[in-house]
């Protein structure tokens, strides 16, 4: 379970003698459902605050706590409980192939060669991209690389899964392939989208606007509220 207290994170400005930037005030939370969204207007506070989740991103006052866990503190025993997934797989393919890739996420797990690609390959066919395994990670389609990147950080049995946009760069197909991945995993999953539709696939949607929350709650309601404010701030 994901405790955040009072979380801020504040960052100096940019330019010497204009004031810091408040990112995220005062969150408090307490995540424990399995599917949870997040969503909010363009610079709203989601990927700060999601990257508070593994310690991508620390607070500046306030406290998180994963499974009673400070990711400042135990940044490493946090990452192996929460796995990430950037909107662009390519910011987190280190390798130049799906297998190798697979394999360097399992190299603390096992020891052997042999073993650790056999173990790869087993994986990328589970999640029907084996035909891929040994292409390039520049010629995958952005689907395939999204299912690699997945591929590799499941690898190790994450307990939880953040997912930062991973649906915004993909299309139609490939969004309902990644929506259908992700349902049917057993992590708890704590995703950010600007996709409404997307975000009803959670049971609970948290709205941040300017590094608060503003709602959250059952999906129905939390995404007809931003929805509409949207809609207002656009009027105006
Ligand atoms: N290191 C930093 N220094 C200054 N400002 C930052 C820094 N990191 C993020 N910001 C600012 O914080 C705000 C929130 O950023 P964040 O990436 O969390 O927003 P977001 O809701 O994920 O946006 P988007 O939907 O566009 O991805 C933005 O205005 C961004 O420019």
Known sequence: MILLRDARVVVPAPRQGDPDRVLLDG??????????????????????????????RTV????????????AMDGRAVRQKVGFIFTDPLAQLLMSTPVEDVELSLRSRIRNRAERSAR???????????????????????GERQLVALTSVLAVDPAILVADEPTTLLDLRNKHLLRRVLAELEQQVIFSTHDLDVATDAERVIVVDGGRIVADGAPHETVDFYARAMTDQVRR
Do not use: C, F, M, W
């Open 27 to 56: 969150v408090t939370l307490e995540l424990a459902e399995r599917r949870i969204a997040v969503i909010g207007a363009n610079g709203s506070g989601k990927s700060t605050l999601l990257r508070l989740l593994n310690g991508l």
């Open 120 to 142: 790869a390959h087993t994986l990328l066919e589970e999640r029907g991209i084996g035909h891929v395994a040994h292409q390039s990670i520049y010629d995958l389609s952005g």
């Open 60 to 71: 500046t006052s306030g406290q998180v706590l994963v499974d009673g866990l400070d990711p």
